[in-house]
């Protein structure tokens, strides 16, 4: 077991912000399109958090042009350029997936001060 955890620890990024449920953050991905390469930044409020270690992943939601948009990035994926908080969630809640019925401003999330 411990050959597992020795091997997977040094994967782990050790620059990672602090990412809690309900702040909202800013994934920045390496995106290939045929033999060319660029970043694409995908910013949305963070409603879930799962798995640990290497396996930890996190959900991102964004309402964009009246749409919901969910992607689910694994937080220590060499296509993970970046993480960035740009604001901090006050929430109850360790998943918010009460966040899919709601549209508008009902679907924010308070700021943490």
Known sequence: MDLVKALSDQ???PEL???????????TVRVKEGNRERNQAFEGT?????????????TVRRISYNVGCEKVF???????VSVETVRR???????????RGRVGKRAKVKERI
């Open 11 to 13: 994967y782990l990024k």
């Open 17 to 27: 912000p602090s990412m809690k449920v309900g702040d909202t953050v800013r994934v």
């Open 46 to 58: 963070i409603i879930a958090k799962k798995h640990g270690g290497i396996n930890e992943t996190i």
């Open 74 to 80: 694994p937080v220590h994926s060499p296509s993970i």
């Open 89 to 99: 969630g006050k929430v109850r809640r360790a998943k918010l997936y009460y966040l």
